[in-house]
């Protein structure tokens, strides 16, 4: 049913990832080593792929096999400390970034990666060590309610963190507004000429229909913005736009192998289990048992690790049991 030439970029992805993880794959396989895949590249379950259209039996699907001429050699499985390595040089690259912005020397920064990987803590704690004013928006917003948090945070010594606000990268006016507010020009004026009225959060009064913005922009996202300009989406104009006119650092963490060295990174050299009083026996068999069910887990982060931490500390006799029943996928 699926032919590989014309499947769309993330497709092909998976299918690559599926002939990298079983070289000997033909033309069919199955359910189980499609999840498995998932699991290996931390992929979403390609549901196109099962659709009942492309069964072969029970559990089996056709297997859109690449040309040999598509064929990509298998990689050098890259060890554990390299990863940590490189994952450690794009963390020190945020933080530069990040203190560059409190500085107003970079007006927009985009940081990239999973959820849980430490993102948000680690720009936390270099703007608590800034003088800068900065503010943090989460959830979902608007494109006004963005006009109105770029207005309230417009002078040179403020810093926006949009933290997982996804919903802003769905609408053209946000972005609009945004590619704006990060723009290299000397002066970035901001317009929303409509007969609608805004009033300052800060202050009550109304906001004009155009002002000056001088601060800067820090973007935390999930969002790989490579994959999406790859996928040709009606978005990914302004997604390019977006990162030519900011300092983009996406970190690399995708497969289930980089996720497992980030937790150990974190645990081992910034001794966050320590700090909640575990020894180091204790913070090994919590690692040990995170290394050992990786694809039982609801989720492979360092939220995870923490939750499983507080249930060691609950009944550290029967943690195995408790975090299985409360941790693992249903």
């Known amino acids: 049913m699926y032919n590989y030439a014309t499947l769309s970029f993330s497709r092909k992805s998976f299918i690559d990832a599926a002939k990298e993880l079983f070289p000997d794959i033909q033309d069919t396989i ?13 992929m979403n379950f390609p549901q196109w792929l099962t659709n009942p259209a492309n069964a072969v039996s029970r559990g089996v699907f056709k297997f859109p096999q690449p040309d040999d001429s598509v ?26 970034c990040v203190k560059s912005a409190t500085e107003n020397k970079m007006r927009s920064v985009i940081l990239s990666g999973p959820p849980g990987v430490g993102k948000s803590f680690g720009v936390t704690k270099t703007l608590e060590s800034s003088d800068c004013n900065y503010t943090f928006a989460s ?10 948090l770029l ?60 002002f000056e913005f001088e601060g800067s922009i ?38 289930k192998k980089e996720l497992l060295v980030r937790i150990k990174q974190v645990v081992k050299e910034e001794n966050m289990l320590r700090q909640e009083g575990l020894s180091e026996h204790e913070e090994d068999k919590i690692l040990a048992f995170i290394e050992d069910n990786a694809s039982n887990l609801r989720e492979l982060s360092l939220r995870m690790c923490a939750k499983l931490a507080d249930i060691f500390k609950i009944d550290h006799d029967n943690f195995e049991k408790l975090a299985k029943v409360t941790c693992f996928k249903g």
């Open 218 to 255: 820090v973007f935390i996202t999930n969002i790989d913005f490579d994959e999406q300009i790859n996928k040709g989406s009606k978005m990914s104009p302004h997604f390019d736009a977006l990162i030519s006119r900011s300092f983009y650092v996406n970190l690399g963490i995708k497969t």
């Open 71 to 96: 064929i990509k050699e298998p990689k050098q499985e890259e060890s554990d400390e390299s990863i940590a390595n490189r994952i450690k040089e794009r963390f020190n690259a945020i933080d530069l």
């Open 151 to 210: 207005y309230d945070n417009r002078f040179s010594n403020c810093v926006i963190v949009l933290d997982d606000i996804d919903s802003i990268f769905e609408s053209i006016d946000a972005l609009n507004i945004l590619k704006k507010a990060c723009d290299r020009s000397e002066v970035r004026k901001i317009s929303w000429l409509t007969e609608s009225k805004f009033t300052s959060d800060e202050d009550g009064e109304e906001i004009p229909k155009s």
């Open 30 to 42: 199955t359910r189980n080593q499609i999840n498995d895949v998932a699991v290996h590249a931390n």
């Open 139 to 148: 959830g979902r917003s608007a494109a006004t309610g963005l006009y109105k």
